[in-house]
T-cell receptor
Framework: GAGVSQTPSNKVTEKGKYVELRCDPISGHTALYWYRQSLGQGPEFLIYFQGTGAADDSGLPNDRFFAVRPEGSVSTLKIQRTERGDSAVYLC?????????????FGEGSWLTVV | GENVEQHPSTLSVQEGDSAVIKCTYSDSASNYFPWYKQELGKRPQLIIDIRSNVGEKKDQRIAVTLNKTAKHFSLHITETQPEDSAVYFCAVISSGSARQLTFGSGTQLTVLP
């Protein structure tokens, strides 16, 4: 596609529910990243995929968060037992190859609100 | 891990004036330094980047300077226009094990007409 596409753009869910956020990277990009951005702050790294494998998941805050990229293209971020503190914008990004030095392009984000 | 500090947190300038935003980083192995512009409710968009083998890079009204010895880099916007108003984030990637973007806390730039 022309850019990184994320769905849903907005999601309101109740505390304790399960949520899936989807990312479709730029066609041909092997590297895919998930970031989380809270209001008034810079994006914070969650996980980085190179192809199908998670090359670095050191940013995932706890075991309620999980992400997959089974075919090396589309990725899904999964959040179990959501908490109000999970409310944030979840940004997906992709680059032609892995870091460093390859331009990283962001999607518009999925705004998650946990009530 | 990498620590990135960005200043100022807010900046107001008159249209036509210059704006400068500064960032410092902690990891001397860092070698890629992009700047992103983010408008309210929109995605971060890359506006300029610099690699560690270059001291300065310019693209029309935007320039970035890098001082690897002092571990700081700056964004310079000249002849500012109201549409430059946005939040600007610096970021750093290290060539070490933590090979992902670490962002600064952002600068809210307001260009007054």
């Amino acid at each position: 596609g022309a850019g990184v596409s994320q769905t849903p753009s907005n999601k309101v869910t109740e505390k304790g529910k399960y949520v899936e956020l989807r990312c479709d990277p730029i066609s041909g990009h092997t590297a895919l990243y998930w970031y989380r951005q809270s209001l008034g702050q810079g994006p914070e790294f969650l996980i980085y995929f190179q192809g199908t494998g998670a090359a670095d998941d050191s940013g995932l805050p706890n075991d309620r968060f999980f992400a997959v990229r089974p075919e090396g293209s589309v990725s899904t971020l999964k959040i179990q037992r959501t908490e109000r503190g999970d409310s944030a914008v979840y940004l997906c990004a992709s680059s032609l190859a892995g870091p460093p030095g390859n331009t990283i392009y962001f999607g518009e984000g999925s705004w998650l609100t946990v009530v | 891990g990498e620590n990135v500090e960005q200043h100022p947190s807010t900046l107001s300038v008159q249209e036509g004036d210059s704006a400068v935003i500064k960032c410092t980083y902690s990891d001397s192995a860092s070698n890629y330094f992009p700047w992103y512009k983010q408008e309210l409710g929109k995605r971060p968009q890359l506006i300029i980047d610099i690699r560690s083998n270059v001291g300065e890079k310019k693209d029309q009204r935007i320039a970035v300077t890098l001082n690897k010895t002092a571990k700081h880099f700056s964004l310079h916007i000249t002849e500012t226009q109201p549409e430059d108003s946005a939040v600007y984030f610096c970021a750093v990637i290290s060539s070490g094990s933590a090979r992902q973007l670490t962002f600064g806390s952002g600068t809210q730039l307001t260009v007054l007409p």
